[in-house]
């Protein structure tokens, strides 16, 4: 069985990746999506484009969506528990698989301070919202680049300690795609796996038969393999 978690795409914002996911949902065989939260950014003022309907309307043909409340989909909340159009909506997603145990949450829960407060998150994104519309400017990548300059590891110690019941974490929220693998006391090998996002970045999580691979989508490679392949390749 073929997993896929994306995360974070922010649909309706300014600078989501629509064109890239898009063709990445369109062209992607799996056999479950797993969408680990912020997908439609409600928290902002969303401008939902005919590429929004696409990315919807390719989310709805697979045939095994499950999706993963985040805090900037909070609105779709009275939904968890229920399917709705053939999508699940749950707050995690815990599964078997290739004999390892796996979780799956989007992980703003991890937050901490004032600053994360969720009234003081819908404010800043409305302003930052206005700001990027006005200018054009993109202040959502100019953030994840400079926490991507300050990252250290110790900064995902909290997460991994609160899941060692599982032998893999994976989580978004962040928008920096890492992984991290590491022995715990007792001789298990954990894994922990932040998909990344599709506004500064364009990374997704894959499982298949246990394994594990944090890929990054690159649609000009792909347009150049299937140009330079050979009839029977």
Not at 9 to 37: K, N, P, V
Not at 75 to 87: P, Q, R, T, Y
Not at 128 to 144: A, G, H, K
Request: proline share 3%.
């Amino acid at each position: 069985m073929k997993r896929i978690i994306i995360s974070d795409t922010h649909l309706g914002s300014s600078f989501y990746q629509s064109t890239d996911l898009l063709e990445f949902l369109s062209t992607q065989e799996m056999d479950q999506l797993i969408l680990a939260g912020d997908i439609i950014d409600f928290i902002k003022v969303p401008v939902l484009t005919h590429n929004c309907a696409k990315i919807l309307e390719a989310i709805s043909q697979k045939a095994d969506v499950i999706y993963i409340i985040g805090n900037h989909d909070e609105s779709l909340a009275n939904w968890i528990g229920k399917d709705i159009f053939g999508v699940s909506f749950v707050r995690a997603v815990e599964f078997i698989d290739g004999g390892r145990s796996f979780r799956v949450e989007h992980g703003d829960r991890f937050n901490t301070g004032p600053l994360h407060a969720a009234a003081f998150i819908k404010v800043v994104s409305v302003i930052q919202d206005i700001l990027e519309r006005w200018f054009n400017i993109d202040l959502t990548s100019w953030w994840v680049r400079r926490q991507l300059r300050k990252h250290k590891l110790r900064s995902v110690s909290a997460i991994l300690n609160v899941n060692n019941d599982v032998d893999v974490f994976i989580m978004g929220h962040t928008h920096i795609p890492e992984a991290v693998i590491w022995v715990h006391p007792d001789q298990s090998i954990k894994t922990y796996v932040n998909s990344g996002d599709w506004v500064t970045h364009r990374t997704y999580v894959e499982i298949d038969d246990g394994k594990v691979r944090l890929r990054e989508f690159n649609p000009q490679k792909a347009l150049v393999n299937e140009n330079n392949s050979q009839p029977g390749d």
